[in-house]
Nanobody, 124 residues
């Protein structure tokens, strides 16, 4: 079992930045692909970014490319999402997820463990 706890969400003005963190416990993250997803009110959960086990390759949703950066520190068992140039449409609950695999994926149903989420609100 892997327990994931997100933090770092909050209220920020458009154009601002936030850094989300995801702390894992229960298992070492070395064996897991890590991803960030988000869900806005009335919308389905959508992929944001994912990082491979070694942090050698990342994938991003088109809507966040060039603005968001995913990273991980396997020694600390943490994953991060640096969000810059935030837009109102980035407002959502952000979730951290872990997938026991060698391959990063954009598909939420392929992830094995999920955190409870952290709210990000961007005022326009």
């Amino acid at each position: 079992q892997v327990q994931l706890v997100e933090s770092g969400g909050g209220l920020v003005q458009a154009g601002g930045s936030l850094r989300l963190s995801c702390a894992a416990s229960g298992r070492n993250l070395w064996s897991y692909v890590m991803g960030w997803f988000r869900q806005a009110p009335g919308k389905e959960r959508e992929f944001v970014a994912a990082v491979s086990r070694s942090a050698g390759s990342n994938i991003y949703a088109e809507s966040v490319k060039g603005r968001f950066t995913i990273s991980r520190d396997n020694t600390l068992n943490k994953v991060y999402l640096q969000m810059n140039s935030l837009k109102h449409e980035d407002t959502a609950v952000y979730y951290c997820a872990a997938r026991y695999s060698t391959t990063a994926s954009q598909k939420a149903n392929l992830y094995d463990y999920w955190g409870q989420g952290t709210q990000v609100t961007v005022s326009s």
